[in-house]
């Protein structure tokens, strides 16, 4: 059984996009012959029925130029299908070398927001999959749900020292939809508590940079830089000592988004706070309140305090039962099962 693939980069490395790799794997691991097609490519050591190329280009019309000129060859001997990873429009392009050779066509998509050419790749899709109904913002009923694909760690690094300290970490890029500002508000309402707060992500494009900028001048102005730090990207390999060293994650991304790294912080054995009740199968009927109004600093606060007066051990337990729910329907293994069943 061949299966194509099509995706933005292949880097175990890349900040926001390494964790491709880990799905790279589990989906050779289920097929004959896999062949990714990216638009950038960097050694990712994988399994010998891999074959890899690169299609980038200067401009759209080169990039979907050069991704039909290498996707075409592969369609003679008819994979089992042709998935687009996360880019509809990788899905729109090919729909025009699969569709007359009625080559199943999967498109797998998580986002809040909804594009027209999200909604022209829905169309041209055989199946949507995503996360679940509520990480893909277009109703459809091609929707297959696959769980996130989380690469869960074998075995978790050794608890940090108690020191006294409840470390809050938000990781991810600083756009504006991932409600940071609210942290920082929540951040001083708990002067009283020995809380230190860590933002970590990238910058990518100009409006994060100058939100990133704005947090900065806001933790200035409101005093609380020895409490809160913000930091640049994080590189893949350095993300589970990240963890390590924190004892909360903190997510306020808008609803319908279901970020990928609250389900990582889960893997890894840390308590989430999330405000998308997407996340409810997550975090919900856990004995501890993990869930937030969007934006509210003040129940953010209280939920902090809580986590912080159930102790090392209570957090650490509640840790492990979030890690079981991540391994039971957000494991890798989990997700390259269901996208092979949907490409069958």
């Known amino acids: ?67 039909l000129t290498a996707l075409v060859p592969e369609l003679r001997q008819r994979p089992v299908a042709v998935l687009a990873h996360m880019a509809p429009v990788y899905a729109v392009v090919a729909a025009a070398a699969t569709r007359p050779l009625r080559i199943p066509l999967l498109l797998w998509f998580t986002h809040w927001r909804a594009s027209r050419t999200l909604q022209l790749a829905e169309r041209a899709s055989t199946r949507v999959l995503s996360v679940n109904a509520r990480s893909f913002p277009i109703r459809s009923g091609k929707l297959v749900e696959t769980g996130h694909g989380i690469e869960l760690p074998a075995e978790l690094p050794p608890a940090r020292p108690d020191d006294g300290m409840l470390r809050l970490l938000a990781l991810g890029r600083s756009s504006p939809a991932k409600g940071l500002t609210a942290l920082l508000d929540a951040a001083a309402l708990l002067g009283d508590l020995p809380v230190a707060v860590e933002i970590c992500g990238p910058s990518l494009t100009d409006e994060e940079r100058d939100h990133r900028a704005a947090l900065a001048a806001r933790i200035g102005a409101d005093g609380l830089e020895s409490r809160v730090r913000l930091s640049g990207p994080v590189d893949r390999p350095e993300v589970a000592r990240l ?28 308590p989430v706070l999330v405000a998308s009740d997407g996340f409810a199968p997550l975090v919900d009927g856990l004995g501890a309140s993990l869930r937030f109004a969007q934006d509210d600093a003040g129940e953010l606060a209280s939920r902090v305090r809580e986590l912080y007066e159930l102790g090392t051990e209570g957090r650490a337990a509640l840790g492990a039962r979030l890690r079981e729910r991540v391994w039971s329907s957000h494991s890798v293994e989990h997700w390259a099962d269901a996208v092979v069943a949907a490409a069958r």
């Open 243 to 270: 963890y390590a060293r924190s004892d909360v994650l903190v997510n306020n991304m808008r609803a319908g988004a279901l970020d990928k790294v609250v389900y990582e912080a889960a893997a890894a054995g840390l």
């Open 1 to 67: 059984m061949k299966l194509v693939v099509i995706t933005q980069r292949v880097d175990p490395g890349d900040p926001a996009l390494g964790a491709t790799v880990a799905k790279l794997r589990a989906l050779a691991a289920r097929v004959d012959e896999l062949v990714v097609l990216a638009l950038r490519v960097r050694d990712a050591d994988l399994p010998p029925n891999v074959r890899v190329r690169a299609f980038d280009a200067p401009g759209p019309p080169l990039k979907a130029a050069r991704l």
